[in-house]
């Protein structure tokens, strides 16, 4: 797919298609990320660095359910 590049006031910008931001379940005022990778960049409605860390927070929250479970109370 191809897409051209905007002026917006002094920045520069791109439109997203109606399909892409239905299929990536976008809307107007949404945040993605950029990231870059080995193949050029990837445009993702999740910042995959946060994706990283919850996931570590998931295995600690699991690791010590016990101790979290009694601080709760």
């Known amino acids: ?8 006031g002094n ?4 439109i997203l ?11 107007s005022g949404d945040v993605v990320h950029l990231t870059e990778t080995p ?5 993702t409605p999740y910042d995959p660095e946060f994706a990283k860390q919850m996931e ?5 929250m699991a690791k010590h359910r016990t101790a979290l ?4 109370k």
């Open 1 to 8: 797919m191809e897409l051209k590049l905007t002026k917006m």
């Open 11 to 14: 920045s520069v910008g791109m």
């Open 17 to 27: 298609p109606k399909e892409v931001r239905r299929k990536m379940k976008l809307e």
């Open 39 to 43: 193949e050029g960049y990837k445009i």
């Open 56 to 60: 570590a927070a998931r295995k600690i």
């Open 69 to 72: 479970h009694e601080l709760a």
